[in-house]
């Protein structure tokens, strides 16, 4: 495969971090764009420590459209990735005029950025929630976008809409829409890895910062759920599983028009399973209880990842047992993060 110049928007954060150190490590040259409003410098000098690359580090916002310019007249960049974008579900709930700013206008600044340098290759972090709650499960990709359950989820709708709009409008666009299913766990060296601030809103680092001490105990959200157990169950896969499917996807970008594809295991797992396991693997007490159900949330969905794996040749590679191992090795590696 030759050798892509990608331009990473919000590659200093989580999945975006893991998969810059994909990139590099598959032999593609890195220019990444990140305001830090969720990121630690920090991550992008571990992923030059571990890859021994360079990779070029631009500080700045998407909504910033003479950055943009820019930036893209200093560096001639053949695709974008472009992962950019605020993802807490509640704050969005509460802020939803911030979400839209910066999902759906900052997208929309980063097009026609793109399209006024010539640059028509992109490959889109979407979302499993677009598919709202009446999809049949397993979730694929024929299946219509839902009824977004909140204004994040509908940020990504939206953003899916434009996108397939532009596609249809001018042939020379050429998008992947990437619908991740719950990313969790961190790189096998335990010195990358995802470092929320404040409280965690997702179940992996609040079991993590439970089992290191940080966290009293972790509240099962809801035991009556018409699952195996009564708790939830999500697809929950490894991140550099996800890091990978990227590069899939930049090197597999259709020559014209969008594609879409899932990216998770195709298995759910519970929420007790999750604890229950992660106790069991890395010998470590996870205290709990049970609290009421949180609103907004479904009793089960995962992915039908067949499509990612035809057309893309990924497949998840990492089992439950190495998520949970490589995030209590972040953890314990880096009780305070990227501090
Ligand atoms: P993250 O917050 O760690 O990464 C987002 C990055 O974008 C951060 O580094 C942040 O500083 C940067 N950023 C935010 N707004 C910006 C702006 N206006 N200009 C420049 N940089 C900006 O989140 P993540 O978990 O790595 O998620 C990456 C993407 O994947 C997001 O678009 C998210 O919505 C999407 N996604 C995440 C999940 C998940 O569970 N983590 C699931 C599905 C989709
Ligand atoms: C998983 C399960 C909780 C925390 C979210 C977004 C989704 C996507 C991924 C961005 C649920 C339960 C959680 C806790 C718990 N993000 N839980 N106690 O809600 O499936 O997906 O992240 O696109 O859009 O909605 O993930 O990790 O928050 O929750 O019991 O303290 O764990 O109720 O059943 P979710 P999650």
């Avoid at 930036?71 to 807490?88: D, T």
């Avoid at 979302?127 to 359950?149: D, I, K, M």
């Amino acid at each position: 495969m030759l050798s892509i110049k990608v331009m990473v928007s919000g590659g200093a954060g989580y999945i975006g971090s893991h998969t810059v150190l994909a990139l590099l490590e598959a032999g593609h040259e890195v220019v990444v764009l990140d305001n830090l409003c969720n990121a630690s410098r920090e991550s992008l000098r571990r992923v030059e420590r571990l890859t021994e690359r360079s990779l070029t580090f631009v500080e700045g916002d998407i909504r910033d459209r003479a950055l943009l310019d820019q930036l893209f007249r200093e560096h001639v960049v053949s695709a974008v990735i472009h992962f950019a974008g605020l993802k807490a579900v509640g704050e969005s709930m509460e802020q939803p005029l911030a979400y839209y700013e910066n999902n759906v206008a900052g997208t929309l600044t980063l097009c026609q950025a793109m399209q006024a340098a010539g640059v028509s290759r992109l490959v889109f972090s979407s979302s499993a929630t677009v598919y709202g709650a009446e999809a049949p499960v397993p979730y694929r990709e024929e299946t219509p976008r839902g009824q977004p359950s909140s204004p994040y989820g509908a940020s990504k709708a939206m953003v899916e809409q434009l996108l397939e709009d532009l596609c249809y409008s001018d042939s020379t666009w050429s998008v992947t829409l990437l619908r991740y299913f719950n990313p969790i766990g961190a790189h096998e060296s335990g010195l990358m890895g995802e470092d929320p601030l404040g409280l965690p809103n997702n179940l992996m680092p609040f079991i993590a910062q439970v089992a290191a001490g940080r966290r009293q105990r972790l509240s099962i959200f809801g035991d009556d759920y018409p699952t195996r157990d009564g708790t939830c169950e999500r697809d929950y896969l490894h991140v550099m599983d996800l890091a990978e499917g990227h590069v899939k996807a930049l090197e597999h970008l259709p020559s014209s028009g969008v594609s879409c594809y899932n990216l998770g295991t195709g298995r759910a797992i519970s929420v007790l399973e999750m604890v229950e396991r992660f106790v069991a693997v890395n010998n470590v007490p996870v205290p709990y209880s049970f609290a009421p159900r949180r609103g907004g949330d479904l009793p089960a969905f995962w992915a039908d990842p067949g499509k990612a794996h035809q057309e893309l040749e990924w497949q998840a590679r990492r089992n439950l047992d190495d998520m949970l191992q490589d995030t209590w090795r972040w953890q314990k590696q880096n009780p305070r993060g990227y501090e």
